[in-house]
């Protein structure tokens, strides 16, 4: 089966910038995750959907973070505008639903902010 | 809200030898404790989980131990091998409703040949 896919993998700007991530789950998976990984450390929940709508967004930056995913398929993170904490990899993932369902990663978002 | 730990934040052992990384997790009502492997550059790959009600679970070189009461789990990888080097991830999840996973910090695993 296809994985997730994520775009673009690499992205560099300079701060109060934007910046917008975009991440296609597999097929048929109704739960879609971001996670924020910063180097040397695990990855940290930011959103999660259920279908299209938000489960949980409690460690979302609301104030600069946005997230959606609309018809409950693909779904884009966005960043507006940056700081030079947000560098990081940003993961996406998901899963068919449930808590004992294996969440599939995405390769992941490189964003290096100057 | 839960917090995972885990050490040791690096490890080397020799090809041949046996590999431990433990975590300790803070919310009782966790009940799904998956432990990722992470490649350099590489997204992160499920190798094997655990649910509450099972003690241990093995899968080839890979076993898991997971011991309630004390709320700590751990990862054993016997017969280590060069690609087994990577970056080995646990977390926890209480399934209340949300399925979230609170990841540890990892633990960079070197295997010298």
């Known amino acids: 089966e296809a994985g997730v896919a994520q775009s673009p993998r690499y992205k560099i700007i300079e701060k109060r910038q934007s910046v917008a991530f975009w991440c296609n789950p597999i097929s048929g998976h109704a739960t879609l995750y971001w996670y924020q990984q910063i180097l040397g450390q695990g990855p940290k929940l930011l959103i999660q959907f259920q279908n299209n709508g938000v489960v949980d967004d409690s460690q979302l930056p609301k104030d600069r973070f946005s997230a959606e995913r609309l018809k409950g398929v693909d779904s884009t993170l966005k960043i507006q505008p940056a700081k030079l904490e947000d560098s990081a990899v940003y993961l996406c993932?998901?899963?068919?639903?449930?808590?004992?369902?294996?969440?599939?990663f995405g390769p992941g978002t490189r964003l290096t902010v100057l | 809200g839960e917090n995972v730990e885990q050490h040791p934040s690096t490890l080397s052992v020799q090809e041949g030898d046996s590999a431990v990384i433990k975590c300790t997790y803070s919310d009782s009502a966790s009940n799904y404790f998956p432990w990722y492997k992470q490649e350099l550059g590489k997204r992160p790959q499920l190798i094997i989980d655990?649910?509450?009600?099972?003690g241990e679970k093995k899968d080839q070189r890979i076993a898991v131990t997971l011991n309630k009461t004390a709320k700590h789990f751990s990862l054993h990888i016997t017969e280590t091998q060069p690609e087994d080097s990577a970056v080995y991830f646990c977390a926890a999840s209480t399934g209340a409703g949300s399925y979230q996973l609170t990841f540890g910090k990892g633990t960079k695993l070197s295997v010298i040949p």
């Open positions: 993932a998901s899963s068919f639903g449930g808590n004992y369902n294996e969440q599939f």
């Open positions: 655990i649910r509450s009600n099972v």
